[in-house]
């Protein structure tokens, strides 16, 4: 009997330090990327390289994410990008394409609203969200390129005019 009640204690610490190191792990990987100054004219930032893409075609406009989320952990829905678009471009936003440099999948994008995501956006803009497959961004956090999902430079969104 004193066999069991050590057994079971060894298990009972094993699944505590498991927790434990789950939730250590999920802080470190936590990093939430925004602008803190979106109140000004929201433009690309001029630090992105354009990704070259043969699918795309050279007569659409690219945009970089204001904010992106890489939480795979949190369950589905916790990996998106949210992008602001000017007004003008509101009745086309149908006609874009989400990329994430490394995928070769094309993503869609649909029209986000802004108390849901904690965002204030300046009048004349619009804001956008691209979700990303949670599956394929844990097989990113298994492989060691998970870094690449938090980067806004990654995410491009091309809207075809």
């Known amino acids: 009997m004193k066999k069991w009640h050590i057994s079971n204690r060894l298990l009972i610490l094993l699944i505590s330090v ?8 999920a802080l470190i990987f936590t990093k939430t990327f925004q ?31 204001i904010k992106v989320v890489a939480e795979p952990w949190r369950g589905e829905h916790n990996v998106y990008a ?13 006609r874009s394409k989400l990329l994430v440099k490394g995928t070769d999948i094309p993503w869609g994008v649909t029209i986000a609203n802004e108390r849901l995501y904690g965002l ?14 949670t ?12 870094s690449d ?3 806004p430079c990654n995410w491009t969104l091309h809207l075809f005019v």
């Open 120 to 133: 204030a956006i300046p009048d004349g803009y619009f804001l956008l969200v691209g979700f990303f497959r």
């Open 149 to 151: 999902l938090q980067q």
């Open 35 to 65: 602008s803190n100054d979106i109140s000004l004219p929201i433009s690309n930032p001029p630090l992105c390289p354009a990704m070259a893409d043969p699918q795309i075609k050279p007569r659409s406009l690219q945009f970089n994410p």
């Open 82 to 94: 949210i992008f602001a678009l000017p007004l003008k471009y509101k009745d086309i936003y149908y």
């Open 18 to 25: 498991a927790i434990a190191l789950t939730i250590i792990t």
């Open 135 to 146: 599956r394929i961004a844990l097989w990113y956090l298994i492989s060691g390129r998970f």
